[in-house]
């Protein structure tokens, strides 16, 4: 297979699951998660069945995918533009900061994601998986900016971790205040407890 082919066959499996993932957010918005057959989402990708389990392994699965769909990629991007100088827990805080300015498009999928995985186990299992998968990225992303002689994969889970507990519960409390307004105050807040500790000053 030549390479034309290959990076062919690579955007229709990313346009098969985006479109079958955004089904499913679809869906789900309008019927909520138990109302939503597997059935449901093929008919409205234009996908059969084995295509979709070629994917995902349910329903819950793709509609994780779909209400992150992007974000993971857009925060790799912005850590990656930070200034070669921040540190890996400066850069990685100011990451999310500068994002937040995306919140008006976000809060949406933010809302269904937080009271679908409060409903539902399987989504909130899924929802716990994806969290891993964006601490391995980010700490994959944060190596060159680790000091000589850390201990490199400790060290980027660690600091990672912080953060996106951090972002966790900034958003929560987002979200519970009813975002009505950019949550970037709150994740300001956040970072700062978080530095306080690391630094031995909670």
């Known amino acids: 297979m030549d390479a034309d082919s290959g990076s062919l066959r690579r955007r229709k ?3 098969t699951f985006t479109t079958a993932s955004r089904a499913a957010v679809e869906l789900v918005a309008e019927r909520g998660i138990q109302a939503v057959k597997v059935d449901d989402i093929c008919e409205r990708a ?5 295509t979709f389990f070629r994917y995902f392994d349910s329903k819950e699965s793709c509609f994780v995918a779909g209400v992150n769909q992007g974000r993971l990629d ?4 912005a850590l990656k533009a930070r ?3 921040e540190d890996a827990f400066t850069a990685l805080c100011g990451t999310f900061l500068s994002l937040s300015g995306d919140w008006r498009r976000q809060r949406g999928f933010l809302h269904l994601e937080a009271r ?3 409903e539902d186990p399987a989504v909130q299992a899924h929802a716990s998986a994806q969290y891993l ?3 391995n990225a980010l700490a994959d992303a944060l190596h060159p900016r680790l000091p000589d002689g850390a201990d490199g994969g400790f060290a980027r889970r660690l600091v990672a971790g912080i953060v996106l507990c ?3 519960l900034a958003t929560e409390q987002w979200l519970k205040d009813g975002v009505g307004s950019s949550p970037e ?3 300001a807040h956040a970072f700062a407890e978080a530095r306080a500790l690391l630094v031995g000053g909670g």
């Not at 234009?46 to 084995?50: A, D, F, L, M, V």
């Not at 857009?74 to 991007?77: E, H, I, L």
């Open 46 to 50: 234009g996908i059969s069945r084995s």
């Open 116 to 118: 679908i995985r409060a």
């Open 185 to 187: 105050e709150k994740f």
């Open 133 to 135: 998968a964006w601490e």
């Open 83 to 85: 200034p070669a100088s």
């Open 166 to 168: 951090a972002v966790r």
């Open 13 to 15: 499996k990313r346009r």
């Open 74 to 77: 857009a925060v790799v991007a």
